[in-house]
């Protein structure tokens, strides 16, 4: 009785550590993948069905956080978000506070690194539904945004599907970028894989390891997931 | 209601995706007009029929002319009226259905029917499917379906909504031979019973021939000659016209030697051959090209009809005869000036006469059937 119970301590202690990076990620990354999915979606289309000029440098802008290192990443997005930074300036004039190192700080970078996988898949499967389906809608009446709720989207579901699972995985890891944005306040900012970090750092293999499985875990579901969906929702 | 049409487009196809761009530009320029009939686009792929289809329906911007259904005006560049697909009101079966795949039939026909009250479009959709018999199939999937099935689907779907005009694009392109000649009965059918206008994209002659009220013969974008079917095949107006219904003996050495107002009929002079030709179209002295089906070339034996006593009969020379199943395809050449004809015959026939090549016999060219047209297309 007497070592049980420092042991169920321990676990409590530890089961503490964990829970709140955990929670922390899961709320990041269900955010931004939110984000994602929509104006992922948007960008997708107009990428697809649409042609303006500008359109490759843009696209080339979204899809440029795939290759950048995510140093590069934080601190372009520091100078656009930080307090003197454009964005960062009118968020601090609107709200009255800063972004910087708050969980939001988290969801930017998660959001910027992971949106060009949801456009990538996106965009693929939206070019790959005929066009003559489009212009059957619109001649039987349906406006372009009807069209692509009824039909374009519908059927490029498998691919945007895809995406949000992708989206969702990389924002779970999502490290360099959200270090630099948001830091590592424990508590408040310190995410999973920075977590893993830290204790891998202090030396707490115990707790590293436990979030190296969970991680783990969570990106094999999500695979299991995309893999699951290309097979499954084929029409 | 009629439907008018008078367009121009200067046409560069370029592939949408980021690859090399291949430009290939063609000219359409149609022109004509219909009233609530079923008219045939006639010609062969890259013709422009499909273009047409895209410019009638709104997909493809036109640089000039007028587009006008009913009291409807769907484009005029001078008035600077362009509605846009949706407002423009029109059925549009594509070559290959364009089913929604993730929608059922009855979906797919509802699809058409944005803003019914919810009664009369379960009325309508009804009213099709019974229209089009496939009651039975309102809960399937296109990816259920036959190519007929689908193509019957696409047509409710398309007329659901009351269109002004039915626009099909080579419609029975992927089906057998058998459900073909059905379903373009069931075609003429239908215009009769809808009573709008239909326009019917086809490269097949005996389609064309089984359909169509009046014609439009289309080649490399350009409009060659609208009219009835016997017009068209009897009185084609160019070489591209008389290649394009089948006619393969064509000579360009020909003029009008005189012109008989009585028996609405002219002489031609083609080197040393005599030939009568009904029509009134030419003046004496017109250089014209003339040309005959080989399904139209009439053989007899040379008994008592000498080549002198008949008009348009001529002593030929049998070269060969091909086997083509039920019929023969025999080369001739006219004894009198050596020109050479290719004439389809009915085996049965070919056979009963014991005919060889080397055989003399008699070819009548019957006077209705030869076509006479100017040699160049008249521009």
């Not at chain 2, 003996?249 to 031609?268: G, P, Q, R, T, W």
């Not at chain 2, 005919?355 to 076509?371: F, P, Q, R, S, Y």
Request: glycine letters at 6%; aromatic letters at 8%.
């Amino acid at each position: 009785m007497n070592q049980i119970i420092p042991k169920i301590k321990d676990m409590i202690i530890m089961l503490d550590k964990v829970w709140f990076p955990l929670s922390l990620t899961l709320w990041i990354a269900t955010i931004s993948s939110i984000l994602v999915l929509f104006s992922g979606v948007v960008i997708a289309y107009i990428f697809a069905r649409r042609d303006f000029r500008g359109r490759e440098l843009v696209e080339l802008l979204v899809t440029l956080p795939l290759i950048l290192p995510p140093t590069v990443i934080g601190y372009l997005l520091v100078i656009l978000v930080g307090r003197n930074g454009f964005l960062g300036n009118l968020i601090y004039n609107f709200f009255g506070t800063g972004v910087m190192f708050t969980w939001q700080a988290a969801v930017i970078a998660a959001y910027t690194v992971s949106l060009p996988l949801m456009v990538r898949a996106a965009q693929a499967a939206i070019e790959a539904v005929d066009r003559e389906l489009e212009y059957a809608a619109y001649i039987l009446g349906r406006s372009e945004i009807e069209t692509a709720l009824l039909i374009t989207l519908p059927l490029a579901k498998r691919g945007i599907l895809a995406g949000l699972v992708l989206s969702f995985a990389r924002a779970v890891g999502e490290f360099g970028a959200t270090l630099m944005l948001a830091g590592n306040i424990p508590g408040k900012t310190n995410t999973m894989s920075i977590s893993i970090y830290s204790a891998f750092q202090a030396g707490n293999d115990e707790l590293a390891q436990t979030l190296v499985i969970i991680l783990i875990f969570i990106s094999l579901l999500a695979i299991s997931l995309t893999g699951r969906f290309i097979g499954k929702l084929e029409v | 209601m009629g439907v008018k049409i008078d367009l121009k487009k200067q046409y560069n196809e370029t592939n949408l995706g980021r690859k090399k761009s291949v430009k290939k530009s063609f000219v359409l320029d149609v022109s004509f007009e219909m009233e609530n009939e079923l008219v045939v686009l006639f010609g062969p792929s890259g013709s422009g029929k499909t273009t047409l289809f895209k410019c009638i329906s709104g997909i493809t911007d036109l640089d000039e002319g007028k587009i006008i259904v009913g009291n409807k005006v769907y484009f005029d560049k001078e008035k600077k009226i362009n509605l846009s697909i949706q407002k423009r009101n029109l059925g549009y079966v594509f070559q290959n259905y364009t089913l929604f795949p993730h929608m059922n039939v009855r979906k797919n026909i509802e699809c058409g029917l944005k803003g019914w009250e919810k009664e009369a479009k379960e009325k309508r959709v009804l009213e099709m499917l019974s229209l089009l018999h496939i009651d039975e199939l309102e809960n399937r999937y296109p990816s259920q379906l036959s190519g007929g099935q689908k193509q019957r689907v696409a047509l409710a779907r398309a007329l659901a909504p009351k269109p002004e005009i039915l626009l099909l694009d080579e419609p029975f392109s992927a089906l057998d031979l058998e459900i073909r000649t059905r379903l373009a009965e069931k075609i003429k059918d239908l215009q009769s019973k809808i009573g709008i206008p239909v326009l019917f994209i086809t490269h097949n002659l005996e389609e064309a021939f089984q359909l169509a009220d009046k014609i439009l013969v289309l080649y490399e974008g350009k409009a060659q000659q609208f009219g009835t079917p016997e017009e068209i095949l009897y009185h084609p107006e160019n070489l591209h016209v008389a290649e394009l219904v089948g006619i393969s003996n064509i000579f360009d050495d020909a003029y009008v030697k005189e012109c008989d107002e009585e028996s609405k009929s002219i002489v031609l002079k083609s080197e040393s051959l005599s030939l009568r030709v009904k029509t009134q179209r030419f003046k004496p002295g017109d250089k014209v090209s003339w040309g005959i089906h080989p399904e139209n070339i009439t053989l007899l034996l040379p008994d008592s009809n000498s080549e002198n006593q008949n008009e348009n009969t001529y002593s030929v020379r049998i070269n060969n005869i091909i086997n083509k199943g039920p019929k023969k395809r025999i080369t001739l050449t006219l004894v009198r000036c050596g020109k050479i004809l290719t004439a389809d015959v009915p085996a049965q026939f070919v056979d009963s006469l014991k005919l060889h090549a080397g055989d003399i016999c008699l070819a009548k060219l019957e006077m209705t059937k030869v076509v006479a047209f100017c040699e160049l297309p008249l521009s």
